[in-house]
């Protein structure tokens, strides 16, 4: 049973305009929260991090909202850029410090 | 660039071979993570090692798949007896200290004929 959910397998953007991606999560434990970008036939790169006492973490152009109740986690980037276009993880931090990904969202952001 | 380096990139085994994949973590990171993806799949958690020790092996097969990280030389993932289901992209990733962000390789994509 899949503990992380990121329930739209793909998303399309107009560059300029918001995107959002959303990630739910079943397990109340965890206490730490990632996103992770990942093109083609690379490794994936860390992006941005919540942790649960907060709410909100922003990066420039990347904000990681965290609804704790809803168990919900959303990532907006703003304004998007044809550069954002790949796949986006959003992981939890399991008790050894392993990471529990979702199986991703495919943003693609078009000039 | 002492990023985190991963080799073979590409590596194509026919069924009953054996399949060995290296990880060189990022320079002065003892920590190193293995994750599997299958197609159209996120990563899954394999094991966790630090220099010699085994931390968290839950996610790895019971059988066949075995991992170490001496302490000299790069962290190996040995696959025995390899099958078609073994065909995935294999990431480590490498960490300096326990619960600090962890940094991917390129990954090694396992090809099983």
């Known amino acids: 049973d899949q503990q992380v959910k990121q329930n739209s397998p793909s998303l399309s953007v107009q560059e300029g305009r918001i995107s959002i991606l959303n990630c739910d999560y079943t397990?109340?434990?965890?206490?730490?929260f990632l996103w992770y970008k990942k093109y083609p036939a690379e490794g994936p790169t860390f992006l941005i991090s919540i942790s649960s006492i907060k709410d909100k973490n922003e990066d420039g152009r990347f904000t990681v909202f965290l609804n704790k109740s809803a168990k919900h986690l959303s990532l907006h980037i703003v304004p998007s850029q044809p550069g954002d276009s790949a796949v986006y993880f959003c992981a939890e931090r399991g008790s050894q410090g392993n990471l529990i990904f979702g199986k991703g969202t495919k943003l693609s952001v078009k000039p | 660039n002492a990023g985190v380096m991963q080799n073979p990139r590409h590596l194509v085994r026919r069924r009953g071979q054996e399949a060995r994949l290296r990880c060189s973590p990022m320079?002065?990171?003892?920590?190193v993570y293995w994750y599997r993806q299958l197609p159209e799949e996120g990563l899954k958690f394999m094991v966790y090692?630090?220099?010699?020790?085994?931390?968290?092996e839950s996610g790895m097969p019971k059988e066949r798949f075995s991992a170490e990280f001496p302490k000299e030389g790069p962290s190996i993932l040995r696959i025995q007896q390899v099958v078609r289901g073994d065909s995935a992209a294999y990431f480590c990733?490498?960490?300096?200290?326990?619960?600090?962000?962890?940094?991917f390789g390129p990954g090694t994509r396992l090809l099983v004929l």
């Open positions: 090692l630090q220099k010699e020790n085994i931390i968290d």
């Open positions: 320079k002065g990171h003892s920590h």
């Open positions: 990733a490498s960490q300096g200290q326990r619960k600090e962000t962890q940094y």
């Open positions: 397990n109340s434990m965890f206490d730490y």
